[in-house]
């Protein structure tokens, strides 16, 4: 969007090497929870596990020479969706 800056937050690591930082980033990541939002957290953490990244082996055209990781779907785990789900019926209900 023209008009403003859609970023509402930015994550930073750091470590004393690259993989740790890199390890860093996919647990700040992780855990993260936003509900009811779309957010790129999916696809930094695809970014994050792709194996050139991980190598440290990317320059500024990382992201325009794999358009593939911008296919992501958000994955839930079972366990969260049943705890949704479950959530749900109770309100219902008026549990």
Same mark, same amino acid.
């Given at each position: 969007?023209?008009?403003? +800056?859609?970023?509402?937050? @930015? =994550?930073?690591?750091?470590?004393?090497?690259?993989?740790?930082?890199?390890? %860093?980033?996919?647990?700040?990541?992780?855990?993260? %929870?936003?509900?009811?939002?779309?957010?790129?957290?999916?696809?930094?953490?695809?970014?994050?596990?792709?194996?050139?990244?991980?190598? $440290?082996?990317?320059?500024?055209?990382? =992201?325009? !020479? &794999?358009? +593939?990781?911008? +296919?992501?779907?958000? @994955? #839930? #785990?079972?366990?969260?969706? *049943?705890? =949704?789900?479950? !959530? *749900? =019926? *109770?309100? &219902? *209900? $008026?549990?």
């Amino acid at each position: 969007p023209p008009y403003y +800056d859609s970023m509402l937050a @930015k =994550v930073i690591v750091w470590a004393l090497n690259w993989e740790d930082a890199v390890s %860093r980033g996919q647990r700040a990541l992780t855990d993260i %929870r936003l509900e009811g939002i779309r957010t790129t957290i999916p696809y930094y953490l695809q970014i994050l596990n792709a194996p050139m990244f991980r190598r $440290g082996n990317f320059d500024t055209s990382f =992201v325009d !020479s &794999h358009p +593939d990781l911008i +296919d992501y779907s958000c @994955k #839930r #785990r079972r366990e969260d969706l *049943a705890a =949704v789900l479950a !959530s *749900a =019926v *109770a309100i &219902h *209900a $008026g549990l």
